[in-house]
Nanobody, 130 residues
Framework: QVQLVESGGGSMQAGGSARLSCAAS????????MAWFFQSPGEERDGVAA?????????????TYFDSVRGRFTISKDTSGNTLNLEMTLLKPEDTGLYYC??????????????????WGRGTRVTVSS
C-alpha cells in the first residue's frame, strides 16, 4: 500500500518562497504519476473532487502545471523516486490552502482530475500573508 507524507508547509510572506516535500513508501516500481493538488480554505470540506491540480510529474519526468503557478512553482522527484518536491516562489495570498501529495500507477500521461489518483497524503497547510 502506498503511503504519502507531506512536509514543509507553514506561514510565509507574499513574494517569498517555500519547499514542500512528500515522502512516498510502498511504491511497486517507477511507473507512477505523482502530483500536488491544492484545496483552498473555503473548500476543505468538499472532498477530493474539489482539489485542484497544482502540478504533476509522470514516470518519464514530464511535468504539467496549473496556469496560475506556471513559472512560479517547480515539481520534481529525487533520483529514487521516493520523494516528491514542490518548490514554490513568488508566493501570493491566493496560494493559501492545503497542499496534497497524490500518486497513481500510470504508464501514460498523468491525469488532470483528482479522482483517478488512488493514494493521498493528509495534506500540509500553506498560509501566505500579504
Amino acid at each position: 500500500q502506498v503511503q504519502l507524507v507531506e512536509s514543509g508547509g507553514g506561514s510565509m510572506q507574499a513574494g517569498g518562497s517555500a519547499r514542500l516535500s512528500c515522502a512516498a513508501s510502498g511504491l511497486l516500481d517507477d511507473g507512477y504519476c505523482m502530483a500536488w493538488f491544492f484545496q483552498s480554505p473555503g473548500e476543505e470540506r468538499d472532498g477530493v473532487a474539489a482539489r485542484r491540480r497544482v502540478a504533476t510529474i509522470d514516470r518519464l519526468g514530464r511535468t504539467t502545471y496549473f496556469d496560475s503557478v506556471r513559472g512560479r512553482f517547480t515539481i520534481s522527484k529525487d533520483t529514487s523516486g521516493n520523494t516528491l518536491n514542490l518548490e514554490m516562489t513568488l508566493l501570493k495570498p491566493e496560494d493559501t490552502g492545503l497542499y496534497y501529495c497524490a500518486a497513481v500507477r500510470r504508464f501514460f500521461e498523468c491525469p488532470i482530475r483528482p479522482e483517478p489518483f488512488d493514494s493521498w497524503g493528509r495534506g500540509t497547510r500553506v498560509t501566505v500573508s500579504s
